[in-house]
């Protein structure tokens, strides 16, 4: 049965445009062209039928009968497969487009494409190549137990089932055999096993222990260690990795079987014969003929299969391979990106050994085919669509990320680490806050339950992946009290009524952190402590009882990897000087990598920079001290590998608000950061601030009980904006009929809108840095009528509504600062509705109204009692 071709790749034959774009060189080595990486990648899936385990499953759910439909996945023709989420079964399903569509499912059926459909597709090309000089690798990639070796190797010994790999070594030999009498060839093969971020030769012929130091180059007791360099002439390879020559299909066969009992099989709870390693056999064919000599290199992957660590039941040693194998695959993910993603300069290849080995494949014009495999399972739908997104981001690749230049120093051991950045920045990491991994999980859970009944309640964010949704979506603040804690839900400017959250969670968190970054702080190295000036004195203040150290927390939630953070400084004003903040920063959930790298200045490079990663280990704390803030960006890139949510809770302190007098950062202090800075820096969720627009000096100890601070930055307008186009564009379809509540409703929210849009429209201005009083008070007029029209609003919207008086709120905070605004440079607040004013009027409770220099204000108005509740409301900010 033929795989099912997507239209475009019928039209055309794809070998001989391939062949066309690139001319292998003298050496053999295929030169580079500007063929772009997703032109030359082809991707397949493969379904593979239920497991004896699955069915179980489903004869249980069978009988509950919970499920309608079993298999999550639907193989349509054309290459295009829809993945159904067995939770919501009303919903149409997500699509994804693939160059081929193996539908292995059902053995019975016609469509069924079995081991020599494969072949037909993804190999027979691959001969082919191989055998005219080019390059090719063929990487097999999906969740484990999703039959990837079953695909790769299947069963070498029989003729039907044999897999990818050997039906290439069998065609290979037969076209060699084909070659014009006189010419010559000559063919080599290595295996290379990638466990642990370590390398070993499967065709070494030992018995092979791993040594213990994972930095160590000796890959082999008995044998001499492997080391992938990088040459500029002959590219990557690996240093002391055999080369076997081999003649025929049973040369091959018989090196692979000793290699395949090498091999680090294990046991788990998704597959009795899991790979715990990536696999990597190359086939090195040389042919010299008559006007031609070719050298090409055939790769096949097989890789170690992804699994959840959160869901995972992998234990003690599985679990540390599960760690190692989700890590290069999340490296792998990263090189993919950037490979697709035209701009970048630089791919990350040297973050693990597997994308160090693939290097060359990938980015030399190799031909490239990811098979990605599929298990119907309807528990599998998560992991399935990772799968799917991976091939997708490779075909597609707009997708950014952040780890682009440099050399991270990596760190993803379970010891501490202490990391002085330089003369006067220190990070310190611990693996471990709580006091173990389950309390960790229990944490999360609690956490997570209540952030998720918070987000329960508010408009679901938007289902585009646009950039928008690509940063953590949910975030909140919160600051403690005697004994308690206030949590404000952030992810609802525009949204319904949410009550303060007193999270205890939170509150045992905050406890620890304290007490650990006490004790980090404390136990530093005399030269740590001494440069990173102001942390023994911070420290100190740790201590006291009567003001908790840390009195604010941000709560980030992730909803997976999609969601990010950007390069950023938590250098906000209001917590003090940039050179001496510390931040404590808890992560719970799923582990994700965490990026530093040197605030970048005018004319660096873009591979000047230095780089650090992380990994955030689940009940792990980070304590970011010294100039940090000052000297250092961080940033929590996407991670496609990801499938599962994470919270992050960054304890800070507030010292104050904005200094007096400084000015907000002008547009022309923001040319002077390298291009690209600004929109991300713009566009990160933001901290808990304590009112960029405010002035009014907060007591320390009071700064502790600020709960609801404005937030007024242009990401909270174009939140507060996109919030409200969301929440209209969810009512019309409900408005049938003109003068309905409903079309009123929205009527008045649509008023709302476009004064928010006026309102914000000014707050990219620098107020106070300008001499032209005129246009303060333009700013002034139009806030003013901002404010009327929001006011009025809220009178007829009920009064409760929480959406009306949180965007009041921020409409006054910019009120207060325009009228400070106004007063520093002369000009004049009229008082204009005073409450003697007012008590003529029929309702009589007071208010005010603000007028420009020019006098022409909008004194005598009269205000409902609505208004003037909003108001006073207000003041209170
Ligand atoms: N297309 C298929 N037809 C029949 N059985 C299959 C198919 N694909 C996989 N299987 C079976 O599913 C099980 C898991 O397959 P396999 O070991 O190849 O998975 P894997 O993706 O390589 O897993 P890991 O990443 O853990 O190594 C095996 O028992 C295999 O025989
Ligand atoms: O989620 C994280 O680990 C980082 C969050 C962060 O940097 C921030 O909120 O400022
Ligand atoms: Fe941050």
Same mark, same amino acid.
């Given at each position: 049965m033929a795989p099912t071709l997507p239209q475009a790749a019928l039209a055309q034959d794809d070998s001989l445009k391939y062949r066309r774009s690139a001319s292998p060189t003298k050496s053999g080595r295929a030169e580079k062209s500007p063929r772009s990486f997703g032109e030359k990648v082809q991707t397949a899936v493969r379904l593979r039928p239920f497991l004896n385990l699955e069915l179980a499953k489903i004869a249980q759910w069978e009988r509950r009968s919970e499920h309608s439909s079993y298999s999550c996945v639907e193989m349509k023709p054309d290459g295009h497969v829809t993945l159904h989420d067995p939770e919501k079964p009303n919903q149409p399903g997500r699509d994804f487009e693939c160059t081929f569509a193996f539908d !292995? +499912? *059902? %053995? *019975? !059926? +016609?469509q069924y494409a079995d081991q020599s459909t494969i072949f037909e597709g993804v190999g027979a090309d691959m001969v082919m190549h191989g055998t005219t000089g080019y390059n090719c690798c063929l990487v097999a990639y999906g969740q484990t137990g999703t039959g990837k070796t079953h695909t790769v190797h299947g069963d070498w010994q029989s003729h039907e089932h044999r897999g990818l790999l050997p039906r290439i070594a069998e065609g290979l030999f037969a076209r060699l055999g084909k070659l014009a009498e006189g010419d010559t060839w000559r063919v080599r093969i290595s295996y290379v096993e990638v466990y642990k971020d370590r390398l070993r030769d499967l065709l070494s012929g030992t018995r092979m222990e791993y040594e213990s130091s994972p930095r160590s180059t000796k890959g082999a007791l008995g044998g001499k260690g492997l080391e992938v360099r990088a040459h500029p002439e002959i590219g990557v390879f690996v240093e002391n990795l055999q080369e076997l020559p081999v003649e025929s299909f049973r040369d091959v066969a018989r090196h692979v079987a000793r290699g395949e009992r090498a091999k680090k099989i294990e046991s788990t $709870?998704? #597959? #009795? &014969? +899991? +790979? &715990?390693s990536h696999t990597i056999f190359s086939f090195k064919v040389e042919v010299r003929g008559t006007g031609h000599n070719s050298l090409s290199t055939m790769q096949v992957v097989d890789l170690a299969g992804r699994e959840n660590e959160q869901t995972s039941e992998c234990k003690d040693e599985r679990f540390r391979e599960l760690r190692f194998i989700n890590r290069s695959l999340f490296e792998l993910a990263n090189c993919i990106s950037a490979l697709c993603d035209g701009n970048r300069e630089h791919v990350p290849f040297r973050n693990s050994k597997l994308t160090m080995l693939l290097s060359d494949s990938l980015s030399s014009n190799s031909r490239t085919t990811l098979l990605a495999t599929l298990t119907p !399972? %309807? $528990?599998g739908f998560d992991e399935n669509m990772l799968t799917c997104r991976f091939l997708e981001s490779a075909g597609v690749g707009t997708r950014t990320t952040c780890s682009e230049v440099g050399e991270p120093v990596c760190h993803d051991g379970l010891e501490p680490l202490t990391l002085r950045l330089d003369e006067d920045s220190v990070m310190c990491y611990l693996p471990q806050l709580l006091e173990s991994p389950s309390s960790a999980t229990s944490c999360y859970t609690a956490l997570a339950e209540t952030l998720q009944r918070l987000l329960a309640t508010v408009p679901a964010p938007p289902k585009d992946s646009s950039s928008e949704n690509d940063r953590a979506q949910f975030y909140g603040s919160g600051s403690f009290g005697k004994g308690d804690f206030r949590f404000n839900p952030r992810w609802c400017l525009a949204g319904r009524a949410l009550e303060d959250e007193n999270l205890k969670e939170v509150l045992y968190l905050k406890e620890r952190v304290e007490e650990e970054t006490l004790r980090t702080l404390q136990g530093l190295p005399d030269e740590c402590r001494e440069v990173a000036h102001g942390l023994s004195e911070q420290a100190e203040s740790l201590g006291s009882e009567l003001e908790p150290f840390f009195n604010s927390v941000l709560v980030n939630f992730y909803l997976d990897g999609r969601a990010q953070i950007k390069w950023h400084a938590d250098d906000e004003n209001c917590y003090g000087p940039a050179e001496r903040i510390v931040i404590g920063s808890v992560s719970l959930g799923a582990p994700r990598p965490f990026e530093l790298r040197r605030t970048p200045r005018k004319g660096d490079g873009r591979n000047a920079q230095e780089r650090r990663r992380i990994w955030l280990q689940p009940g792990s704390l980070l304590i970011m001290a010294g100039a940090m803030q000052a000297k250092w960006q961080h940033s929590l890139p996407a991670d496609p590998t990801c499938s599962t949510p994470r919270i992050n809770l960054t304890f800070r302190r507030i010292v104050g608000p904005r200094r007096r007098g400084e000015p907000e950062p002008s547009p022309a202090d923001d040319q002077q950061r390298p291009k690209g800075e600004r929109k991300q820096t713009a566009e990160r969720a933001p901290a808990p601030t304590c009112g960029a627009g405010e002035e009014r000096v907060v007591p320390q100890k009071e700064a502790g009980r600020v709960t609801t601070q404005p937030v007024a930055n242009r990401f909270a307008a174009a939140e507060v904006a996109r919030r409200l186009q969301d929440e209209i564009a969810s009512l019309k379809p409900m408005v049938v009929e003109p003068n309905t509540p409903l079309a009123d409703e929205l009527t008045l929210r649509e008023t709302l809108l476009r004064q928010f849009s006026l309102v914000w429209a000014e707050d990219g201005q620098d107020h106070e840095a300008t001499d032209e009083v005129t246009l303060v008070q333009g700013a002034c007029k139009q806030v003013a009528s901002g404010l009327r029209t929001a006011s009025e609003t809220l009178a007829r919207l009920e009064h409760t509504n929480h959406s009306a008086s949180s965007a009041l709120k921020q409409v006054g905070a910019k009120l207060s600062t325009l009228q400070r605004a106004i007063q520093a440079k002369g000009g004049v607040i009229h008082e204009a509705v005073s409450p003697a004013t007012t008590a003529r009027s029929e309702h009589s409770d007071g208010g005010h109204a603000l007028r420009g220099p020019s006098g022409r204000g909008n004194a005598g108005r009269r205000l409902s009692e609505e208004k003037v509740a909003a108001l006073k409301l207000l003041r209170l900010t």
């Amino acid at each position: 049965m033929a795989p099912t071709l997507p239209q475009a790749a019928l039209a055309q034959d794809d070998s001989l445009k391939y062949r066309r774009s690139a001319s292998p060189t003298k050496s053999g080595r295929a030169e580079k062209s500007p063929r772009s990486f997703g032109e030359k990648v082809q991707t397949a899936v493969r379904l593979r039928p239920f497991l004896n385990l699955e069915l179980a499953k489903i004869a249980q759910w069978e009988r509950r009968s919970e499920h309608s439909s079993y298999s999550c996945v639907e193989m349509k023709p054309d290459g295009h497969v829809t993945l159904h989420d067995p939770e919501k079964p009303n919903q149409p399903g997500r699509d994804f487009e693939c160059t081929f569509a193996f539908d !292995s +499912s *059902q %053995p *019975q !059926s +016609s469509q069924y494409a079995d081991q020599s459909t494969i072949f037909e597709g993804v190999g027979a090309d691959m001969v082919m190549h191989g055998t005219t000089g080019y390059n090719c690798c063929l990487v097999a990639y999906g969740q484990t137990g999703t039959g990837k070796t079953h695909t790769v190797h299947g069963d070498w010994q029989s003729h039907e089932h044999r897999g990818l790999l050997p039906r290439i070594a069998e065609g290979l030999f037969a076209r060699l055999g084909k070659l014009a009498e006189g010419d010559t060839w000559r063919v080599r093969i290595s295996y290379v096993e990638v466990y642990k971020d370590r390398l070993r030769d499967l065709l070494s012929g030992t018995r092979m222990e791993y040594e213990s130091s994972p930095r160590s180059t000796k890959g082999a007791l008995g044998g001499k260690g492997l080391e992938v360099r990088a040459h500029p002439e002959i590219g990557v390879f690996v240093e002391n990795l055999q080369e076997l020559p081999v003649e025929s299909f049973r040369d091959v066969a018989r090196h692979v079987a000793r290699g395949e009992r090498a091999k680090k099989i294990e046991s788990t $709870t998704m #597959n #009795n &014969r +899991s +790979s &715990r390693s990536h696999t990597i056999f190359s086939f090195k064919v040389e042919v010299r003929g008559t006007g031609h000599n070719s050298l090409s290199t055939m790769q096949v992957v097989d890789l170690a299969g992804r699994e959840n660590e959160q869901t995972s039941e992998c234990k003690d040693e599985r679990f540390r391979e599960l760690r190692f194998i989700n890590r290069s695959l999340f490296e792998l993910a990263n090189c993919i990106s950037a490979l697709c993603d035209g701009n970048r300069e630089h791919v990350p290849f040297r973050n693990s050994k597997l994308t160090m080995l693939l290097s060359d494949s990938l980015s030399s014009n190799s031909r490239t085919t990811l098979l990605a495999t599929l298990t119907p !399972s %309807p $528990t599998g739908f998560d992991e399935n669509m990772l799968t799917c997104r991976f091939l997708e981001s490779a075909g597609v690749g707009t997708r950014t990320t952040c780890s682009e230049v440099g050399e991270p120093v990596c760190h993803d051991g379970l010891e501490p680490l202490t990391l002085r950045l330089d003369e006067d920045s220190v990070m310190c990491y611990l693996p471990q806050l709580l006091e173990s991994p389950s309390s960790a999980t229990s944490c999360y859970t609690a956490l997570a339950e209540t952030l998720q009944r918070l987000l329960a309640t508010v408009p679901a964010p938007p289902k585009d992946s646009s950039s928008e949704n690509d940063r953590a979506q949910f975030y909140g603040s919160g600051s403690f009290g005697k004994g308690d804690f206030r949590f404000n839900p952030r992810w609802c400017l525009a949204g319904r009524a949410l009550e303060d959250e007193n999270l205890k969670e939170v509150l045992y968190l905050k406890e620890r952190v304290e007490e650990e970054t006490l004790r980090t702080l404390q136990g530093l190295p005399d030269e740590c402590r001494e440069v990173a000036h102001g942390l023994s004195e911070q420290a100190e203040s740790l201590g006291s009882e009567l003001e908790p150290f840390f009195n604010s927390v941000l709560v980030n939630f992730y909803l997976d990897g999609r969601a990010q953070i950007k390069w950023h400084a938590d250098d906000e004003n209001c917590y003090g000087p940039a050179e001496r903040i510390v931040i404590g920063s808890v992560s719970l959930g799923a582990p994700r990598p965490f990026e530093l790298r040197r605030t970048p200045r005018k004319g660096d490079g873009r591979n000047a920079q230095e780089r650090r990663r992380i990994w955030l280990q689940p009940g792990s704390l980070l304590i970011m001290a010294g100039a940090m803030q000052a000297k250092w960006q961080h940033s929590l890139p996407a991670d496609p590998t990801c499938s599962t949510p994470r919270i992050n809770l960054t304890f800070r302190r507030i010292v104050g608000p904005r200094r007096r007098g400084e000015p907000e950062p002008s547009p022309a202090d923001d040319q002077q950061r390298p291009k690209g800075e600004r929109k991300q820096t713009a566009e990160r969720a933001p901290a808990p601030t304590c009112g960029a627009g405010e002035e009014r000096v907060v007591p320390q100890k009071e700064a502790g009980r600020v709960t609801t601070q404005p937030v007024a930055n242009r990401f909270a307008a174009a939140e507060v904006a996109r919030r409200l186009q969301d929440e209209i564009a969810s009512l019309k379809p409900m408005v049938v009929e003109p003068n309905t509540p409903l079309a009123d409703e929205l009527t008045l929210r649509e008023t709302l809108l476009r004064q928010f849009s006026l309102v914000w429209a000014e707050d990219g201005q620098d107020h106070e840095a300008t001499d032209e009083v005129t246009l303060v008070q333009g700013a002034c007029k139009q806030v003013a009528s901002g404010l009327r029209t929001a006011s009025e609003t809220l009178a007829r919207l009920e009064h409760t509504n929480h959406s009306a008086s949180s965007a009041l709120k921020q409409v006054g905070a910019k009120l207060s600062t325009l009228q400070r605004a106004i007063q520093a440079k002369g000009g004049v607040i009229h008082e204009a509705v005073s409450p003697a004013t007012t008590a003529r009027s029929e309702h009589s409770d007071g208010g005010h109204a603000l007028r420009g220099p020019s006098g022409r204000g909008n004194a005598g108005r009269r205000l409902s009692e609505e208004k003037v509740a909003a108001l006073k409301l207000l003041r209170l900010t």
